[in-house]
């Protein structure tokens, strides 16, 4: 769906996971946890909806996607750190039940397939927010990153490191290593729900939606997920054409209606 700003897709974001959080009816609820910039405004929306409304996350757990390798513990830019500073600090959830790869760990190799069992043991992942980076990648699969693929230790590319750098003192400073969530990991979710804004992210989008289905380009495997929604801005859907298909999925519309995704190769009914 193209929304007005990323406001709005904050809100749109903020209400899948709401859906997620009321359908548990109190019950235990997965939820995947994205980092980056165009999740922030979800994240917003969701704090002002527990302080004025009264969501409750108290029966959530919180699964983060990646993790730098190498940071020390409490590092303001690990992720653990970033999402507990922008989100769940200012929630009703409790912290024991957020959870991150360990990038601290001696073993990455270990930790990787230990963060995978936890995945695995704590059933599917109910709503997973997802962001998009320039080259493609999800999570931090990079480019050629398998579909089958599990948590596990990435390098990044230089292409990466330069865009994180703004979050970062020295460029030197960003990680070269990581850990990740796989492709089949994030597959395995019940709902995938990919927010993009602003007009550095319109190429990969582009790629993404029109392209081929490729590891080439990460964010394109999502397309073979039952029940993928991507939110965008107007900027970062400057590269769509609405009366392009989008791939095998159909077509592009700016109404509102989700961009979903297919199994297989046979394509959803044509829109009326």
Same mark, same amino acid.
Request: charge should be neutral.
């Given at each position: 769906?193209?929304?007005?700003?990323?406001? *709005?897709?904050?809100?749109?974001?903020?209400?899948?996971?709401?859906?997620?959080?009321?359908?548990?009816?109190?019950?235990?609820?997965? +939820?995947?946890?994205?980092?980056?910039?165009?999740?922030? !405004? $979800?994240?917003?929306?969701?704090?002002?909806?527990?302080?004025?409304? %009264?969501?409750?996350?108290?029966?959530?757990?919180?699964?983060?996607?990646?993790?730098?390798? %190498?940071?020390?513990?409490?590092?303001?830019?690990?992720?653990?750190?970033?999402?507990?500073?922008?989100?769940?600090?200012?929630?009703?959830?409790?912290?024991?039940?957020?959870? $991150?790869?360990? /990038?601290?760990?001696?073993?990455?190799?270990?930790?990787?397939?230990?963060?995978? =069992?936890?995945? *695995? @043991? $704590? @059933?599917?992942?109910?709503?997973?927010? +997802?962001?998009?980076?320039?080259?493609?990648?999800?999570?931090?699969?990079? !480019? @050629?990153?398998?579909?089958?693929?599990?948590?596990?230790?990435?390098?990044?590319?230089?292409?990466?490191?330069?865009?994180?750098?703004?979050?970062?003192?020295?460029?030197?400073?960003?990680?070269?290593?990581?850990?990740?969530?796989?492709?089949?990991?994030?597959?395995?979710?019940?709902?995938?729900?990919?927010?993009?804004? /602003?007009?550095?992210?319109?190429?990969?989008?582009? *790629?993404?939606?029109? /392209?081929?289905?490729?590891?080439?380009?990460?964010?394109?495997?999502?397309?073979?997920?039952?029940?993928?929604?991507?939110?965008?801005?107007?900027?970062?859907?400057?590269?769509?054409?609405?009366?392009? !298909?989008?791939?095998?999925?159909?077509?592009?519309?700016?109404? %509102?209606?989700?961009?979903?995704?297919? =199994? @297989?190769?046979?394509?959803?009914? $044509?829109?009326?």
């Amino acid at each position: 769906m193209v929304l007005p700003d990323p406001a *709005a897709c904050g809100v749109a974001v903020a209400d899948a996971v709401t859906e997620a959080v009321a359908g548990a009816a109190g019950g235990p609820v997965n +939820l995947g946890l994205a980092t980056g910039s165009s999740p922030l !405004p $979800a994240y917003a929306e969701l704090i002002r909806r527990h302080r004025r409304d %009264g969501l409750s996350f108290r029966t959530a757990r919180a699964f983060l996607l990646d993790e730098y390798l %190498g940071l020390p513990r409490g590092h303001p830019q690990s992720y653990r750190e970033v999402i507990r500073r922008e989100l769940t600090d200012h929630l009703d959830i409790d912290p024991d039940a957020v959870h $991150a790869p360990d /990038g601290t760990a001696d073993d990455p190799v270990a930790a990787a397939a230990d963060y995978e =069992r936890l995945l *695995a @043991g $704590a @059933g599917p992942i109910d709503v997973q927010i +997802l962001g998009i980076g320039r080259n493609g990648h999800v999570g931090f699969n990079e !480019p @050629g990153s398998e579909p089958g693929s599990t948590t596990r230790v990435v390098t990044l590319t230089e292409r990466t490191r330069a865009d994180n750098a703004r979050f970062f003192d020295r460029p030197d400073e960003v990680p070269r290593r990581v850990l990740t969530q796989g492709m089949g990991t994030i597959g395995r979710a019940a709902r995938l729900v990919l927010v993009a804004t /602003g007009p550095e992210k319109a190429p990969a989008v582009a *790629a993404a939606v029109h /392209g081929p289905v490729t590891s080439a380009v990460p964010a394109s495997l999502l397309r073979h997920h039952p029940r993928c929604t991507v939110v965008l801005d107007p900027a970062a859907a400057a590269g769509l054409d609405p009366a392009r !298909p989008a791939g095998p999925s159909g077509r592009v519309c700016r109404t %509102g209606t989700p961009l979903r995704g297919y =199994r @297989g190769r046979r394509p959803p009914p $044509a829109d009326p």
